[in-house]
Protein backbone atom coordinates (compact mmCIF):
# COMPACT_ATOMS: atom_id res chain seq x y z
CA UNK A 1 0.00 0.00 0.00
CA UNK A 2 1.59 3.37 -1.54
CA UNK A 3 0.54 5.82 1.57
CA UNK A 4 2.66 8.92 0.30
CA UNK A 5 2.34 10.67 -3.09
CA UNK A 6 4.62 9.24 -5.71
CA UNK A 7 6.04 12.40 -6.42
CA UNK A 8 8.01 12.40 -3.74
CA UNK A 9 11.76 10.48 -3.94
CA UNK A 10 11.03 7.91 -1.91
CA UNK A 11 14.93 7.82 -0.82
CA UNK A 12 14.04 11.17 0.92
CA UNK A 13 10.82 9.62 2.89
CA UNK A 14 13.64 6.76 3.42
CA UNK A 15 16.37 8.74 4.74
CA UNK A 16 13.66 10.94 6.73
CA UNK A 17 12.71 8.53 8.69
CA UNK A 18 16.20 7.25 9.45
CA UNK A 19 16.78 10.86 10.57
CA UNK A 20 13.74 10.72 12.94
CA UNK A 21 14.63 7.38 14.46
CA UNK A 22 18.24 8.56 14.96
CA UNK A 23 16.71 11.54 16.57
CA UNK A 24 14.84 9.59 18.84
CA UNK A 25 17.54 6.96 19.57
CA UNK A 26 19.83 9.64 21.01
CA UNK A 27 17.42 11.28 22.62
CA UNK A 28 16.45 8.47 24.45
CA UNK A 29 20.69 7.88 25.63
CA UNK A 30 21.15 11.59 26.16
CA UNK A 31 18.10 12.40 28.80
CA UNK A 32 19.32 10.18 31.39
CA UNK A 33 22.28 12.77 31.52
CA UNK A 34 19.73 14.85 32.80
CA UNK A 35 17.70 12.74 34.87
CA UNK A 36 20.81 11.21 36.95
CA UNK A 37 20.90 14.50 38.64
CA UNK A 38 17.63 14.03 39.73
CA UNK A 39 17.65 10.53 40.24
CA UNK A 40 21.07 10.70 42.63
CA UNK A 41 19.53 12.79 44.99
CA UNK A 42 16.75 10.78 45.53
CA UNK A 43 18.39 7.79 45.99
CA UNK A 44 21.55 9.05 47.67
CA UNK A 45 24.19 7.74 44.52
CA UNK A 46 27.79 8.28 45.13
CA UNK A 47 29.37 9.28 41.89
CA UNK A 48 30.58 5.48 41.56
CA UNK A 49 27.29 4.53 41.17
CA UNK A 50 26.38 6.91 38.66
CA UNK A 51 29.71 5.75 36.59
CA UNK A 52 28.12 2.39 36.96
CA UNK A 53 24.71 3.47 35.79
CA UNK A 54 25.77 5.81 32.82
CA UNK A 55 28.55 3.28 31.53
CA UNK A 56 25.87 -0.02 31.85
CA UNK A 57 24.66 1.24 28.52
CA UNK A 58 27.53 0.48 26.64
CA UNK A 59 27.93 -3.09 27.77
CA UNK A 60 24.94 -3.42 25.75
CA UNK A 61 25.61 -1.26 22.61
CA UNK A 62 28.74 -3.36 22.33
CA UNK A 63 26.94 -6.21 21.25
CA UNK A 64 24.74 -5.39 18.16
CA UNK A 65 27.26 -3.48 16.74
CA UNK A 66 28.89 -5.82 14.42
CA UNK A 67 26.03 -7.82 14.27
CA UNK A 68 23.57 -5.15 13.49
CA UNK A 69 25.49 -3.73 10.23
CA UNK A 70 26.30 -7.72 9.46
CA UNK A 71 22.52 -8.90 9.55
CA UNK A 72 21.48 -5.34 7.57
CA UNK A 73 24.02 -5.77 5.18
CA UNK A 74 22.29 -9.42 4.76
CA UNK A 75 19.04 -9.44 5.20
CA UNK A 76 18.24 -5.69 5.16
CA UNK A 77 17.73 -3.06 7.62
CA UNK A 78 13.71 -2.56 7.70
CA UNK A 79 13.56 -5.40 10.03
CA UNK A 80 16.79 -5.10 12.01
CA UNK A 81 16.71 -1.78 12.42
CA UNK A 82 12.73 -1.82 13.41
CA UNK A 83 13.25 -4.59 16.08
CA UNK A 84 15.97 -2.73 17.61
CA UNK A 85 13.65 0.35 17.98
CA UNK A 86 11.31 -1.62 19.72
CA UNK A 87 13.46 -3.14 22.10
CA UNK A 88 14.98 0.40 23.28
CA UNK A 89 11.68 1.85 23.45
CA UNK A 90 10.11 -0.79 26.01
CA UNK A 91 13.37 -0.43 28.39
CA UNK A 92 13.19 3.04 27.93
CA UNK A 93 9.62 2.96 29.30
CA UNK A 94 10.65 0.75 32.20
CA UNK A 95 13.68 2.36 33.18
CA UNK A 96 11.52 4.74 36.24
CA UNK A 97 10.22 0.98 37.19
CA UNK A 98 13.92 -0.71 36.90
CA UNK A 99 15.29 2.48 39.08
CA UNK A 100 12.68 1.93 41.76
CA UNK A 101 13.39 -1.37 42.63
CA UNK A 102 17.31 -1.15 42.76
CA UNK A 103 20.67 -0.14 40.76
CA UNK A 104 20.74 -3.47 39.71
CA UNK A 105 17.60 -3.42 38.16
CA UNK A 106 17.92 -0.36 36.72
CA UNK A 107 21.65 -1.73 35.23
CA UNK A 108 20.26 -4.62 33.47
CA UNK A 109 17.37 -2.40 32.30
CA UNK A 110 20.26 0.12 31.06
CA UNK A 111 22.12 -2.93 28.79
CA UNK A 112 18.76 -4.25 27.67
CA UNK A 113 18.22 -0.62 26.53
CA UNK A 114 21.81 -0.21 24.99
CA UNK A 115 21.18 -3.73 23.22
CA UNK A 116 18.71 -2.01 21.36
CA UNK A 117 20.37 1.41 20.68
CA UNK A 118 23.42 -0.60 19.44
CA UNK A 119 21.96 -1.88 15.69
CA UNK A 120 20.36 1.63 14.76
CA UNK A 121 23.42 3.42 13.26
CA UNK A 122 25.22 0.16 11.48
CA UNK A 123 21.88 -0.89 10.03
CA UNK A 124 21.02 2.97 9.08
CA UNK A 125 24.75 2.93 7.09
CA UNK A 126 23.86 -0.31 5.70
CA UNK A 127 20.37 1.33 4.20
CA UNK A 128 22.04 4.54 2.93
CA UNK A 129 24.45 2.29 0.94
CA UNK A 130 21.53 0.55 -0.96
CA UNK A 131 19.01 3.80 -1.11
CA UNK A 132 21.73 6.43 -2.61
CA UNK A 133 24.11 6.33 -5.28
CA UNK A 134 27.50 7.28 -4.46
CA UNK A 135 27.12 11.05 -5.14
CA UNK A 136 24.64 11.52 -2.44
CA UNK A 137 26.00 9.46 0.21
CA UNK A 138 27.86 11.83 2.05
CA UNK A 139 24.56 13.99 2.58
CA UNK A 140 22.89 11.42 3.43
CA UNK A 141 25.19 10.24 6.23
CA UNK A 142 25.69 14.20 7.17
CA UNK A 143 21.62 14.00 7.56
CA UNK A 144 22.08 11.25 9.60
CA UNK A 145 25.03 12.65 11.98
CA UNK A 146 23.48 15.80 12.38
CA UNK A 147 20.56 13.72 13.85
CA UNK A 148 22.59 12.94 16.56
CA UNK A 149 22.75 16.13 17.84
CA UNK A 150 19.26 17.35 17.12
CA UNK A 151 18.25 14.00 19.42
CA UNK A 152 20.61 15.56 22.00
CA UNK A 153 19.08 19.04 21.47
CA UNK A 154 15.38 17.78 22.02
CA UNK A 155 16.41 15.62 24.88
CA UNK A 156 18.56 18.12 27.41
CA UNK A 157 15.37 21.01 27.42
CA UNK A 158 12.70 18.28 27.55
CA UNK A 159 13.80 16.64 30.13
CA UNK A 160 15.00 20.07 32.09
CA UNK A 161 11.28 21.36 31.50
CA UNK A 162 9.86 17.97 32.48
CA UNK A 163 12.36 17.88 36.06
CA UNK A 164 10.86 21.67 36.55
CA UNK A 165 7.91 21.13 36.34
CA UNK A 166 5.73 20.65 39.45
CA UNK A 167 3.59 18.22 37.60
CA UNK A 168 5.89 15.76 36.38
CA UNK A 169 9.45 14.44 37.44
CA UNK A 170 12.48 12.83 36.13
CA UNK A 171 10.46 9.65 35.66
CA UNK A 172 8.05 11.20 33.15
CA UNK A 173 10.99 11.74 30.87
CA UNK A 174 11.25 8.05 30.12
CA UNK A 175 7.88 7.78 29.59
CA UNK A 176 7.86 10.96 26.85
CA UNK A 177 10.69 9.01 25.03
CA UNK A 178 9.06 6.45 25.48
CA UNK A 179 6.08 7.09 23.29
CA UNK A 180 8.18 9.04 20.73
CA UNK A 181 10.03 5.68 20.39
CA UNK A 182 5.97 3.84 19.78
CA UNK A 183 4.92 6.55 17.14
CA UNK A 184 8.40 5.83 15.42
CA UNK A 185 7.92 2.56 15.22
CA UNK A 186 4.41 2.28 13.85
CA UNK A 187 6.12 5.18 10.89
CA UNK A 188 8.72 2.38 10.26
CA UNK A 189 6.45 -0.75 9.95
CA UNK A 190 4.73 1.21 7.45
CA UNK A 191 6.62 3.40 5.34
CA UNK A 192 10.18 1.99 5.89
CA UNK A 193 11.67 -0.83 3.32
CA UNK A 194 15.38 -2.33 3.13
CA UNK A 195 15.91 -2.05 -0.62
CA UNK A 196 14.46 0.63 -3.56
CA UNK A 197 13.22 -2.36 -5.69
CA UNK A 198 10.56 -3.61 -3.68
CA UNK A 199 9.12 -0.25 -2.64
CA UNK A 200 5.42 0.56 -3.24
CA UNK A 201 5.15 3.68 -5.91
CA UNK A 202 8.62 4.47 -6.95
CA UNK A 203 9.60 5.33 -9.97
CA UNK A 204 11.26 3.63 -12.78
CA UNK A 205 13.15 6.92 -13.04
CA UNK A 206 14.37 7.37 -9.70
CA UNK A 207 14.94 3.45 -9.52
CA UNK A 208 17.18 4.17 -12.70
CA UNK A 209 18.96 7.01 -10.74
CA UNK A 210 19.62 5.16 -7.51
CA UNK A 211 20.65 1.54 -9.05
CA UNK A 212 22.80 3.01 -12.53
CA UNK A 213 24.63 5.79 -11.16
CA UNK A 214 26.64 3.07 -8.63
CA UNK A 215 27.18 0.74 -11.35
CA UNK A 216 28.85 3.97 -14.23
CA UNK A 217 31.18 4.14 -10.88
CA UNK A 218 31.97 1.04 -10.68
CA UNK A 219 32.36 0.43 -14.20
CA UNK A 220 34.75 3.83 -14.60
CA UNK A 221 36.66 3.43 -11.97
CA UNK A 222 37.24 0.05 -10.60
CA UNK A 223 37.51 -2.77 -13.13
CA UNK A 224 36.52 -5.49 -11.00
CA UNK A 225 33.60 -5.15 -8.38
CA UNK A 226 30.65 -7.15 -7.37
CA UNK A 227 27.42 -5.51 -6.83
CA UNK A 228 24.05 -5.90 -6.27
CA UNK A 229 20.32 -4.93 -8.37
CA UNK A 230 22.35 -2.91 -10.40
CA UNK A 231 20.49 -1.55 -13.27
CA UNK A 232 20.23 1.04 -16.17
CA UNK A 233 17.00 0.59 -17.28
CA UNK A 234 13.54 -0.66 -15.13
CA UNK A 235 10.40 -1.07 -17.08
CA UNK A 236 7.09 -2.10 -15.75
CA UNK A 237 5.80 -5.21 -16.63
CA UNK A 238 2.55 -4.45 -16.10
CA UNK A 239 0.55 -0.99 -14.93
CA UNK A 240 -1.36 -2.58 -12.28
CA UNK A 241 1.66 -4.99 -11.02
CA UNK A 242 4.28 -2.42 -9.56
CA UNK A 243 6.51 -5.39 -8.44
CA UNK A 244 7.09 -6.54 -11.92
CA UNK A 245 9.90 -4.73 -13.39
CA UNK A 246 12.41 -5.63 -16.72
CA UNK A 247 16.00 -4.85 -15.12
CA UNK A 248 18.69 -4.48 -18.14
CA UNK A 249 22.61 -3.48 -17.73
CA UNK A 250 23.93 -2.61 -21.09
CA UNK A 251 27.43 -4.18 -20.91
CA UNK A 252 30.83 -3.19 -22.95
CA UNK A 253 33.25 -5.64 -24.51
CA UNK A 254 35.44 -5.79 -21.34
CA UNK A 255 32.13 -6.49 -18.93
CA UNK A 256 30.17 -9.83 -18.58
CA UNK A 257 27.24 -10.01 -15.83
CA UNK A 258 26.43 -13.01 -14.71
CA UNK A 259 22.50 -13.52 -13.25
CA UNK A 260 23.21 -14.65 -10.08
CA UNK A 261 19.08 -15.43 -8.62
CA UNK A 262 15.84 -14.53 -8.60
CA UNK A 263 16.66 -10.84 -6.68
CA UNK A 264 18.73 -9.93 -10.05
CA UNK A 265 22.22 -9.92 -8.28
CA UNK A 266 25.09 -9.78 -10.76
CA UNK A 267 28.63 -9.96 -10.94
CA UNK A 268 30.61 -8.09 -12.70
CA UNK A 269 33.86 -9.95 -13.88
CA UNK A 270 36.42 -7.21 -15.82
CA UNK A 271 40.09 -6.43 -15.82
CA UNK A 272 41.58 -4.36 -12.47
CA UNK A 273 42.27 -1.10 -13.60
CA UNK A 274 43.33 -0.09 -9.79
CA UNK A 275 46.05 -1.85 -8.06
CA UNK A 276 44.66 -0.39 -4.74
CA UNK A 277 41.48 -2.66 -4.87
CA UNK A 278 41.47 -5.98 -2.99
CA UNK A 279 38.46 -8.21 -3.63
CA UNK A 280 37.20 -11.48 -1.80
CA UNK A 281 36.12 -14.79 -2.82
CA UNK A 282 33.88 -15.72 -0.53
CA UNK A 283 29.99 -16.06 -1.06
CA UNK A 284 27.82 -13.22 -0.51
CA UNK A 285 27.13 -15.14 3.09
CA UNK A 286 30.97 -14.53 4.34
CA UNK A 287 32.53 -11.14 4.96
CA UNK A 288 36.19 -10.64 4.49
CA UNK A 289 37.55 -10.13 8.04
CA UNK A 290 41.24 -10.60 7.56
CA UNK A 291 41.00 -8.30 4.32
CA UNK A 292 38.94 -5.92 6.69
CA UNK A 293 41.36 -6.03 9.52
CA UNK A 294 44.59 -5.81 6.96
CA UNK A 295 43.76 -1.99 5.50
CA UNK A 296 45.19 0.64 7.24
CA UNK A 297 42.37 2.67 6.23
CA UNK A 298 39.86 0.35 8.04
CA UNK A 299 41.86 1.41 10.97
CA UNK A 300 41.67 4.67 10.85
CA UNK A 301 38.14 4.59 11.85
CA UNK A 302 38.69 2.17 14.38
CA UNK A 303 40.98 4.26 15.89
CA UNK A 304 38.95 7.57 15.06
CA UNK A 305 36.20 6.30 16.40
CA UNK A 306 37.78 4.92 19.66
CA UNK A 307 39.32 7.89 20.53
CA UNK A 308 37.02 10.43 19.66
CA UNK A 309 34.17 8.40 21.34
CA UNK A 310 36.11 8.52 24.37
CA UNK A 311 35.45 12.42 24.97
CA UNK A 312 32.13 12.58 23.19
CA UNK A 313 30.79 10.10 25.37
CA UNK A 314 32.10 11.73 28.71
CA UNK A 315 30.87 14.99 27.21
CA UNK A 316 27.39 13.05 27.22
CA UNK A 317 26.90 11.50 29.88
CA UNK A 318 28.60 13.89 32.74
CA UNK A 319 28.63 17.29 31.17
CA UNK A 320 25.41 18.00 33.15
CA UNK A 321 26.76 17.04 36.56
CA UNK A 322 29.70 19.35 35.52
CA UNK A 323 27.50 22.35 36.02
CA UNK A 324 25.97 20.98 38.99
CA UNK A 325 28.53 20.51 40.71
CA UNK A 326 31.53 22.78 38.97
CA UNK A 327 29.54 26.08 39.18
CA UNK A 328 26.44 25.36 41.05
CA UNK A 329 24.00 25.63 38.48
CA UNK A 330 20.55 25.16 39.63
CA UNK A 331 19.17 21.33 38.38
CA UNK A 332 16.82 22.76 36.85
CA UNK A 333 18.60 25.01 34.39
CA UNK A 334 21.67 21.72 33.36
CA UNK A 335 19.42 21.00 30.34
CA UNK A 336 19.44 24.61 28.86
CA UNK A 337 23.75 24.77 29.86
CA UNK A 338 24.23 21.48 28.43
CA UNK A 339 22.95 21.26 24.79
CA UNK A 340 24.74 24.43 23.90
CA UNK A 341 27.60 23.49 22.58
CA UNK A 342 25.35 20.55 20.34
CA UNK A 343 23.56 23.18 18.50
CA UNK A 344 27.03 23.64 16.64
CA UNK A 345 27.18 19.73 16.22
CA UNK A 346 30.84 19.18 17.41
CA UNK A 347 32.77 15.85 19.16
CA UNK A 348 35.99 16.12 19.53
CA UNK A 349 36.39 19.15 22.33
CA UNK A 350 40.27 19.38 22.36
CA UNK A 351 40.88 22.58 22.86
CA UNK A 352 38.22 22.84 25.55
CA UNK A 353 40.03 19.73 27.10
CA UNK A 354 43.19 22.09 27.63
CA UNK A 355 42.10 24.81 28.56
CA UNK A 356 37.98 24.54 30.24
CA UNK A 357 39.38 24.51 33.74
CA UNK A 358 40.04 28.32 33.24
CA UNK A 359 36.32 28.86 33.40
CA UNK A 360 34.97 30.61 36.27
CA UNK A 361 31.57 31.06 35.86
CA UNK A 362 28.77 29.20 33.70
CA UNK A 363 29.05 31.10 30.86
CA UNK A 364 32.91 31.02 30.33
CA UNK A 365 32.59 27.41 30.48
CA UNK A 366 29.39 26.54 28.42
CA UNK A 367 31.47 29.25 25.73
CA UNK A 368 35.24 26.83 26.00
CA UNK A 369 33.12 23.57 25.54
CA UNK A 370 31.14 25.01 22.80
CA UNK A 371 34.44 26.55 21.10
CA UNK A 372 36.11 22.78 21.22
CA UNK A 373 32.30 21.16 19.74
CA UNK A 374 32.93 23.86 16.99
CA UNK A 375 36.17 22.72 15.92
CA UNK A 376 35.62 18.83 16.59
CA UNK A 377 32.61 18.69 13.96
CA UNK A 378 35.11 19.41 10.52
CA UNK A 379 36.44 15.87 11.52
CA UNK A 380 33.13 14.14 12.30
CA UNK A 381 31.50 13.75 8.83
CA UNK A 382 34.75 12.60 7.28
CA UNK A 383 34.95 9.83 9.99
CA UNK A 384 31.00 8.68 9.58
CA UNK A 385 31.40 8.80 5.82
CA UNK A 386 34.55 6.94 5.32
CA UNK A 387 33.38 3.51 5.28
CA UNK A 388 31.21 4.72 2.59
CA UNK A 389 33.85 5.60 0.47
CA UNK A 390 36.13 2.19 1.18
CA UNK A 391 34.32 -0.56 1.14
CA UNK A 392 30.66 0.63 0.53
CA UNK A 393 29.27 -3.19 0.16
CA UNK A 394 30.56 -3.81 3.93
CA UNK A 395 29.48 -0.09 4.92
CA UNK A 396 27.00 -1.66 7.82
CA UNK A 397 29.83 -4.56 8.87
CA UNK A 398 32.73 -1.64 9.26
CA UNK A 399 30.55 1.36 10.57
CA UNK A 400 29.04 -1.59 13.43
CA UNK A 401 33.09 -2.32 13.88
CA UNK A 402 33.98 1.09 14.35
CA UNK A 403 31.05 2.05 16.79
CA UNK A 404 32.13 -1.03 18.87
CA UNK A 405 35.66 0.51 19.12
CA UNK A 406 33.83 3.79 20.31
CA UNK A 407 31.32 2.06 22.61
CA UNK A 408 34.23 -0.01 24.49
CA UNK A 409 36.18 3.65 24.79
CA UNK A 410 32.51 5.47 26.22
CA UNK A 411 31.83 2.43 28.59
CA UNK A 412 35.82 3.22 30.27
CA UNK A 413 35.47 6.48 30.09
CA UNK A 414 32.02 7.26 31.36
CA UNK A 415 32.59 4.91 34.12
CA UNK A 416 36.34 6.36 34.78
CA UNK A 417 34.86 9.80 34.97
CA UNK A 418 32.72 8.60 38.13
CA UNK A 419 36.16 6.75 40.03
CA UNK A 420 37.75 10.07 39.42
CA UNK A 421 35.67 12.22 40.73
CA UNK A 422 35.35 9.92 43.76
CA UNK A 423 38.99 9.66 44.73
CA UNK A 424 40.02 13.51 43.46
CA UNK A 425 37.56 14.96 45.15
CA UNK A 426 36.04 16.36 42.06
CA UNK A 427 38.94 17.41 40.11
CA UNK A 428 37.53 18.02 36.46
CA UNK A 429 40.81 19.48 34.96
CA UNK A 430 41.90 15.60 35.27
CA UNK A 431 38.45 15.03 32.79
CA UNK A 432 39.05 17.90 30.06
CA UNK A 433 42.76 16.99 29.63
CA UNK A 434 41.93 13.23 29.30
CA UNK A 435 39.63 14.42 27.04
CA UNK A 436 41.90 16.52 25.24
CA UNK A 437 44.54 13.89 24.93
CA UNK A 438 41.93 11.39 23.63
CA UNK A 439 40.48 13.87 20.87
CA UNK A 440 44.24 14.71 19.79
CA UNK A 441 45.03 11.22 19.69
CA UNK A 442 42.23 10.05 17.10
CA UNK A 443 42.66 12.65 15.00
CA UNK A 444 46.43 12.23 14.40
CA UNK A 445 45.47 8.63 13.66
CA UNK A 446 42.78 8.97 11.26
CA UNK A 447 44.83 12.04 9.25
CA UNK A 448 47.66 9.49 9.00
CA UNK A 449 45.79 6.42 7.79
CA UNK A 450 42.57 7.76 6.40
CA UNK A 451 41.63 6.71 2.23
CA UNK A 452 39.42 8.15 0.19
CA UNK A 453 39.51 4.86 -2.72
CA UNK A 454 37.11 1.74 -2.51
CA UNK A 455 39.84 -0.87 -1.20
CA UNK A 456 37.62 -3.90 -0.11
CA UNK A 457 34.55 -4.43 -2.69
Known sequence: ???????????????????????????????????????????????????????????????????????SDRFGGKWVLGIAAAIWTIFTLLTPIAAKYSVLYLILCRILLGIGEGA????????????????????????????TFIGIMVAMPISTLLIASPFFGWESIFFIFGLAGCIWSFTWHFLGASNPIDYPGISKEELSWILKSEYDVNKNNLGFSQFESRM???????????????????????????????????????????????TSNLSKDGIPWRLIFSRREIWAILAAQFFNSFGFYIMLNWLPTYYLDHFGLDINKLGYFSVVPYILQGTMGFVVGIIAYLATTPIEGILLITIGYTLGSFGFIGVHMSQLDI???????????????????????????????????????????????SSLTGTVLFVLWVGDKVVIS
Open 1 to 71: MNLLPVYIPKRIIIIGICFLGSVVSYADRANISIAIASMALEFNWSYITQGYILSSFFIGYLTTQVIGGAL
Open 232 to 278: SIVEDIDSEIESSRIIAIEEDENAKLLKINHNQKYLKVGNASNETLE
Open 391 to 437: APKYAGVIWGLGNTFGVIAGYCGVALVGLILDITAKNWNIVWNLVAL
Open 120 to 147: CFPSIHSLIAVWFPPEERSRAVGAITSS
